[in-house]
Every structure is written in C-alpha cells, then in structure tokens.
C-alpha cells in the first residue's frame, strides 16, 4: 500500500464526530444538509476528505470564537 498524503487520508463519520464532540448521526445530517461532502464507498458508507475536514473545524472555531 503507497503512503498517502495526510490531506488525501479519509475519515469515517466516528473520527469526524470525535474531532466536533458531536455524535456521529450528526455528522451524516451534516453531509445530507452539504455542509461538508462525503464520498461514499462501494458499501455504501460515507468518508469524508481529512483536508475538508480541518478547514471546516476551523470556520467552526472561529465563528464559535467571533
């Protein structure tokens, strides 16, 4: 397996859910409403962009800040 980038790695609802202290269904409302993109996989699952992740974290803290 290549070593991927840290902006390519891609997270699940749960990691998503622990970095915003939010429960993970709230993550998938998140995704539903397009705050934030989700891929999905070939089972159906959805993942989500480490990169977009932290950029959206940051608009969060900084509006939660503001």
Partial sequence: MTNRHND????????VA???RVNPKTVTRWARAGK????RTLGGHRRFRASEIRK????V???QAG
Avoid: V
């Fill in 61 to 63: 803290e900084s509006e």
């Fill in 18 to 20: 622990a970095l915003f």
């Fill in 56 to 59: 959206f974290l940051e608009e």
């Fill in 8 to 15: 390519e790695e891609l997270l699940t609802p749960s990691e």
């Fill in 36 to 39: 934030i993109s989700a891929i």
